[in-house]
């Protein structure tokens, strides 16, 4: 990451999409701030004001500023065209150009896999996810467990990780300057050493309700699959799951009984055919064609 990366970020009116097209059309932000005013209008297609900001390196003392913080708090910042950025998550056309990271920044170059659902989870749901993550945490090597860190599927998800000694990564609709619900920090502590947190959001960012449904798509984006365990008939996780399938991402749902208020969702998107059924690990493995050593073993959880 460059400091051009990061000015990028603040340039107002650019946004995550524009500064990613820029990267792409000039082939660095460093290139792109030895441009002209003209490159940038008639060759780039900016706005007129927008290129002038550029030109005039107005996001660059924020830019500054944030370095210094995220140095002092052990935060890194990783543009898109860095190694460590997630490669699933480079190949998707809105990624966000850059990610502040706290943890194990190699967490993010592993076998990511989406798990999310409803906030009011079930002791059924909770069942599910925990037979599930315990069941690929002994059969595929390196996987890391992505979700958002909020109420229901997410916590669960990334505590049962933590439990099986894998790796889990939460994705913020905020800045890391805090955490939100305050009553995750010390799970979030922990996956900071055993995962990370990453946002794309610069310190001192509220988690207001947009940044939840933007963030939904870094869930599904950096992940190899997605996992709905459950869901009502409406809600963020099926956000994430229509994200997963438009970046051509394998989606899976566990099904419910048809009078259960949150299985309507998955039992939609099966029904569909926009998520695969799936029962037990060896059948979101099978459907994967990631190795099953222990095919034998596995454990249906319902």
């Given amino acids: 990451m460059t400091i051009e990366d990061l000015a990028l970020y603040f340039t107002k009116g650019l946004g995550s999409r524009g500064a990613a097209h820029l990267v792409d059309h000039f082939g660095s932000a460093e290139r792109i701030y030895e441009a002209s005013l003209s490159e940038l209008i008639n060759d780039a297609g900016l706005r007129p004001e927008i290129a002038e900001r550029i030109v005039a390196h107005e996001g660059t003392r924020e830019a500054e500023q944030e370095i210094k913080y995220c140095q002092r708090h052990d935060i890194r910042i990783i543009s898109a065209t860095d190694k460590e ?3 699933a998550l480079r190949a998707t056309i809105d990624r966000p150009h850059i990610l502040f990271v706290m943890g194990n920044v190699e967490a993010l170059g592993k076998q990511c896999l989406a798990m999310v659902g409803t906030r009011e989870i079930t002791p059924s749901g909770i069942h599910s996810a925990n ?9 595929v090597d ?3 467990i992505v979700s958002g860190l909020a109420y229901g599927i997410d916590i669960c ?3 049962t990780a933590l439990e099986c000694g894998m790796q889990t990564v ?3 609709a905020h800045g890391l300057d ?9 799970t979030a502590a922990s996956m900071v050493r055993q995962g990370g947190l990453l946002t ?7 988690p207001e309700k947009l940044n939840f449904v933007r963030r939904n798509r870094i869930v599904a984006g950096m992940s190899d699959a997605t996992i709905v365990v459950e869901s009502a008939s409406r809600g963020g996780a099926l956000i994430t799951a229509e994200l997963a399938e438009s970046y051509h991402r394998d989606v899976f749902a566990f099904p419910g009984r048809v009078s259960d208020k949150y299985s309507e969702g998955c039992n939609r998107l099966i029904k569909t055919n926009r998520a695969t059924l799936i029962q037990s ?8 064609r990631w190795p099953n050593p222990l095919a034998s073993n596995a454990t249906p959880v319902q």
């Fill in 281 to 288: 690990a060896e059948d979101m493995l099978l459907a994967m």
């Fill in 178 to 186: 805090r955490i939100y619900p305050s009553v995750h920090r010390t």
């Fill in 142 to 144: 390196n996987l890391c």
């Fill in 200 to 206: 794309e959001y610069m310190s001192g960012t509220t």
């Fill in 170 to 172: 939460g994705v913020l």
């Fill in 157 to 159: 998800a990334h505590r």
């Fill in 131 to 139: 037979i599930l993550i315990k069941d690929l945490g002994e059969q």
């Fill in 85 to 87: 950025y997630p490669e």
